[in-house]
């Protein structure tokens, strides 16, 4: 999928292709410029805009598998942040720290259920406590696996509710890492400056930042989640000192979690529209 990028050199629009670096190398269609861009966002918010575009745009199986891959990668950024956190802590060379990272991901890369592991005991290990959230039900698999691996045809209502709980997850957990995520952004950061250095003479760096649905509720007005509800055994919307009714937890808990995706949505969603849309009179999206 394209993003729009404006030429330092002419001041006009080309069309990019988002890439795993989060570097694009660019000639200007126009001009013949050559410029570099760095778009500092990381894989997770690029995944989670693109499901909710395809969303907005009724490719409800193809939202699906984003907000999925848009989980899977977040939990790798989790596990980046917590362990660059905790080698800071320990006053560990950034460098050592990332490249002994680095080495050891590449054992459990390619396996997800590894993956996961490594995440949960990085959630024990920071938060002291067991990640009770990590069952098929918190995640969301069985519709996942209904969507991905059987072939099923979701309804928009479906696929809505998966975004908003993937969405919540990964909101909570951006709330809870704080500023230890800047430690995971940082090696982004690295990645570029060696990605810079070795730019040839007469070559523009550009850096950007794009709209996105994390952004907005990190850097926009919409408030983040609370850590822990204001009364324990509360949930959300419950008032204190009102019964609680069987399943109502769970109700208030979906509803609260859709609640926050469409308050992201109207946030961002129409500069999610216009941002990752086709170019005028181009194509749809693929």
Same mark, same amino acid.
């Given at each position: 999928?394209?993003?729009?990028?404006?030429?330092?050199?002419?001041?006009?629009?080309?069309?990019?292709?988002?890439?795993?670096?989060?570097?694009?190398?660019?000639?200007?269609?126009?001009?013949?410029?050559?410029?570099?861009?760095?778009?500092?966002?990381?894989?997770?918010?690029?995944? *989670?805009?693109?499901?909710?575009? !395809?969303?907005?745009?009724?490719? %409800?199986?193809? @939202?699906?598998?984003? +907000?999925? $891959? #848009? &989980?899977?990668?977040? *939990?790798?950024?989790?596990?980046? !942040?917590?362990?660059?956190?905790? %080698?800071?802590? @320990?006053?560990?060379? +950034?460098? $050592? #720290? &990332?490249?002994?990272?680095?080495?050891?991901?590449?054992?459990?890369?390619?396996?997800?259920?590894?993956?996961?592991?490594?995440?949960?005991?990085?959630?024990? &290990?920071?938060?002291?406590?067991?990640?009770?959230?990590?069952?098929?039900?918190?995640?969301?698999?069985?519709?996942?696996?209904?969507?991905?691996?059987?072939?099923?045809?979701?309804?928009?209502?479906?696929?809505?509710?998966?975004?908003?709980?993937?969405?919540?997850?990964?909101?909570?957990?951006?709330?809870?890492?704080?500023?230890?995520?800047?430690?995971?952004?940082?090696?982004?950061?690295?990645?570029?400056?060696?990605?810079?250095?070795?730019?040839?003479?007469?070559?523009?760096?550009?850096?950007?930042?794009?709209?996105?649905?994390?952004?907005?509720?990190?850097?926009?007005?919409?408030?983040?989640?609370?850590?822990?509800?204001?009364?324990?055994?509360?949930?959300?919307?419950?008032?204190?000192?009102?019964?609680?009714?069987?399943?109502?937890?769970?109700?208030?808990?979906?509803?609260?979690?859709?609640?926050?995706?469409?308050?992201?949505?109207?946030?961002?969603?129409?500069?999610?529209?216009?941002?990752?849309?086709?170019?005028?009179?181009?194509?749809?999206?693929?």
């Amino acid at each position: 999928m394209e993003f729009p990028t404006v030429c330092p050199a002419c001041a006009r629009e080309n069309r990019a292709e988002f890439t795993d670096s989060s570097v694009h190398d660019l000639t200007c269609a126009h001009c013949g410029a050559r410029y570099c861009v760095f778009l500092r966002k990381q894989r997770f918010e690029v995944l *989670f805009d693109l499901g909710t575009r !395809a969303l907005m745009d009724g490719y %409800a199986r193809e @939202a699906v598998a984003s +907000f999925a $891959a #848009a &989980l899977e990668r977040f *939990f790798e950024f989790y596990v980046w !942040a917590f362990t660059l956190e905790r %080698a800071a802590n @320990a006053e560990q060379e +950034f460098g $050592a #720290a &990332l490249a002994g990272l680095e080495g050891t991901w590449r054992h459990v890369s390619s396996q997800s259920e590894r993956q996961l592991g490594m995440f949960a005991l990085a959630y024990l &290990l920071r938060e002291g406590r067991e990640p009770d959230f990590l069952t098929a039900r918190g995640l969301g698999t069985d519709f996942r696996n209904r969507v991905i691996h059987r072939g099923a045809l979701p309804t928009r209502a479906e696929v809505e509710a998966y975004a908003a709980l993937v969405f919540a997850l990964i909101d909570r957990l951006l709330t809870e890492l704080g500023p230890g995520a800047a430690h995971a952004e940082l090696a982004q950061e690295q990645g570029f400056a060696a990605h810079l250095a070795g730019l040839p003479d007469g070559v523009t760096a550009v850096f950007e930042e794009h709209p996105g649905m994390f952004r907005a509720r990190r850097f926009g007005g919409l408030a983040p989640t609370p850590k822990h509800s204001p009364q324990p055994g509360l949930v959300p919307g419950q008032v204190p000192g009102q019964a609680r009714k069987p399943g109502k937890a769970v109700n208030d808990a979906r509803a609260y979690q859709q609640a926050l995706f469409r308050q992201a949505l109207e946030e961002r969603g129409a500069l999610l529209r216009s941002f990752k849309g086709p170019p005028p009179g181009g194509p749809g999206p693929e």
